[in-house]
């Protein structure tokens, strides 16, 4: 059952709620209309505001969009995230990357020897891996706040991903399809956890 809050429980209106998270569906399907950089590039400078540990911001995006660059990362994809992926026009692949310390003397400059500190800490590629995972979150919303769907996947060769996309200590965490759904985009529905089964109040 959809548990809606009382009016006034919540800051943003009840179309927002619904855009966002209610009505909000992870689509299998995509049609074909476009999307923009424009429109990736407003996502991201929404989405760059969200929190993350030391302000450490480890996400890192890949933006395929062309058909050599989808040809090649369709066959990475485990087979039933192939079809959906060959449909988005616009597929992300979210990466954490592992050197995000080499940012922070301008990210938490008030923090003097950060950098340091990180390269030496052995937490630091878990750190990574967290805190893109955050973002990936965040990722998600920004994408259904421009009015698109996503299609968040773990379902792929990471190790391939990488070899094919990513440079460096980049490490693959996602992939994203998004764009307008297509016709039979959505898997049932299934029920969420309700509040009692979720949270203790102590
Ligand atoms: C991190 C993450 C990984 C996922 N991996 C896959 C995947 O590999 N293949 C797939 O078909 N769906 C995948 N999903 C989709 C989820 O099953 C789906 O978002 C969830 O069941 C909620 O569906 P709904 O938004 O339609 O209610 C993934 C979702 C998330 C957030």
Do not use: C
């Not at 039933?80 to 616009?90: D, E, V």
């Not at 990513?166 to 490490?171: V, W």
Request: hydrophobic share 45%; net charge negative; glycine share 6%.
């Amino acid at each position: 059952m959809t548990t809606i809050a009382p009016e006034g429980l919540l800051a943003i209106d009840a179309s927002a709620q619904d855009l966002l998270f209610r009505e909000a569906r992870t689509a299998n399907t995509f049609s074909a209309e476009p999307v923009s950089d424009e429109q990736l590039r407003a996502i991201y400078d929404l989405v760059k505001w969200a929190p993350t540990a030391m302000n450490a911001q480890p996400l890192r995006l890949v933006a395929v969009r062309t058909p050599e660059a989808r040809e090649r990362l369709v066959p990475l994809m485990s087979e039933g995230n192939r079809a959906k992926t060959a449909s988005a026009p616009l597929t992300l692949i979210v990466a954490a990357d592992e050197d995000f310390h080499e940012h922070l003397p301008v990210t938490f400059p008030h923090r003097e020897g950060a950098r340091e500190a990180m390269h030496a800490n052995p937490g630091r590629p878990a750190m990574a891996r967290f805190n893109a995972s955050i973002q990936l979150g965040y990722l998600i919303l920004g994408i259904r706040a421009a009015g698109l769907a996503a299609g968040p996947m773990a379902g792929f060769d990471a190790a391939a991903v990488e070899k094919e996309f990513l440079d460096g200590n980049q490490r693959a965490i996602a992939v994203v399809n998004a764009g307008k759904p297509g016709s039979d985009a959505w898997f049932p529905r299934n029920p969420r956890l309700d509040f009692e089964q979720a949270v203790k109040l102590v």
